[in-house]
């Protein structure tokens, strides 16, 4: 079964320093996204992406954080200068995006890059 | 904008026994998809069950079964002979689809099972 696949795992990195997190969406799907998850909260929306542009940010989104379909089948997150706040799992997602069915509408998940900023 | 509360954070059940977890949620949209996620300690989220809620029927997926009640905005998942694998956080979701395909996530109930 197709799946989204996220590197890396688990990055430890220094407070200020730059992240960048990578995933291959599910390859016939249009939607991409970013959610992430303090530890012990909720999965929380960071964006959306579709047809090579920004559909929707959450107001966490700020200025700090860029994502970027650079070839066609990855797409990264990059987190410009990390804060100790930034710790959380990071989940990419995709989904087809086809009105009116639900199997349009289904996000699936990665197993989550785990970021520790220190 | 959407919410979904899910008024249990915890929950326990004896293995092969039934539970249901409960939640609710509140939309604008007519034509929205109601989902289950499950995170086990691994923290992967897996997707459990789903449901349009045009539909009256509700979705079952083995021992996973949901109730849904449009009218009154609850969608809770009922596990049958429950197993210790089914031991992890659940969260409810909505998506309002259309040009918001966003998912909005309940806070989660920690299920428990014991052997």
């Known amino acids: 079964e197709p799946e989204v696949t996220q590197t890396p795992s688990h990055q430890v990195t220094q407070m200020g320093q730059e992240v960048i997190l990578r995933c291959v969406p599910i390859?016939?799907?249009?939607?991409f996204y970013w959610y992430r998850q303090i530890l012990g909260q909720k999965v929380e929306f960071l964006v959306s992406f579709y047809n090579n542009e920004i559909s929707e940010k959450s107001e966490i989104f700020d200025d700090q954080f860029s994502v970027e379909r650079p070839d066609g089948s990855n797409f990264t997150l990059k987190i410009r200068s990390t804060k100790l706040e930034d710790s959380a799992m990071y989940f990419c997602a995709s989904s087809e995006a086809v009105t009116g069915r639900i199997s349009g509408n289904t996000i699936y998940f990665g197993e989550g890059s785990w970021l520790t900023v220190v | 904008a959407q919410t979904v509360t899910q008024s249990q954070p915890e929950m326990s059940v004896q293995e092969a026994e039934t539970v249901t977890l409960s939640c609710t949620y509140d939309?604008?949209?007519?034509?929205?998809?109601l989902f289950w996620y499950k995170q086990p300690p691994s923290r992967q989220m897996i997707l459990v069950i789903r449901q349009e809620a045009y539909k009256q029927q509700n979705a079952t997926e083995n021992r996973f079964s949901v109730n849904f009640q449009k009218a009154a905005k609850s969608f809770s998942l009922k596990i049958s002979d429950s197993q210790l694998g089914d031991a992890a956080m659940y969260f409810c979701?909505?998506?309002?689809?259309?040009?918001?395909?966003?998912?909005?996530f309940g806070k989660g109930t920690l299920l428990t099972v014991n052997p």
């Open positions: 390859s016939n799907h249009l939607y």
């Open positions: 939309t604008s949209e007519s034509d929205y998809y």
């Open positions: 979701a909505v998506n309002s689809g259309g040009s918001n395909y966003k998912l909005t």
